[in-house]
Nanobody, 114 residues
Framework: QVQLVESGGGLVQPGGSLRLSCAAS????????LGWYRQAPGKQREWVAA???????NYADSVKGRFTISRDNAKNTVYLQMNSLKLEDTAVYYC????????WGQGTQVTVSS
């Protein structure tokens, strides 16, 4: 199976930005959908965004207008550009296949704090 590795997390102040990367171990050209998820402390994992090969993207209401998901098939990578970060965005972020979920990876920690 294709392995996914998240990176790019870190500590940022409210209003700041981060760009997360999800690197696949092999080509994602034939993978129709890829998505980002997050799990905040004490909360259940939630879906954040998804993108299809046709370029169509969907977002959770909580991040609409602030986050942008994109994919670069040539680099086997999916990105999540996060702008105007809020305290409630603090979570471990994961990538996966929305319609065929695999085992969750290590994720990347995003901490928004003043």
């Amino acid at each position: 199976q294709v392995q996914l590795v998240e990176s790019g997390g870190g500590l940022v102040q409210p209003g700041g930005s981060l760009r997360l990367s999800c690197a696949a171990s092999s080509s994602i050209f034939n993978i129709n959908a890829l998505g980002w998820y997050r799990q905040a402390p004490g909360k259940q994992r939630e879906w954040v965004a998804a993108i299809y090969n046709g370029g169509i993207a969907n977002y959770a209401d909580s991040v609409k207008g602030r986050f942008t998901i994109s994919r670069d098939n040539a680099k086997n990578t999916v990105y999540l550009q996060m702008n105007s970060l809020k305290l409630e965005d603090t979570a471990v972020y994961y990538c996966n296949f929305p319609f065929s979920l695999r085992s969750w990876g290590q994720g990347t920690q995003v901490t928004v704090s003043s």
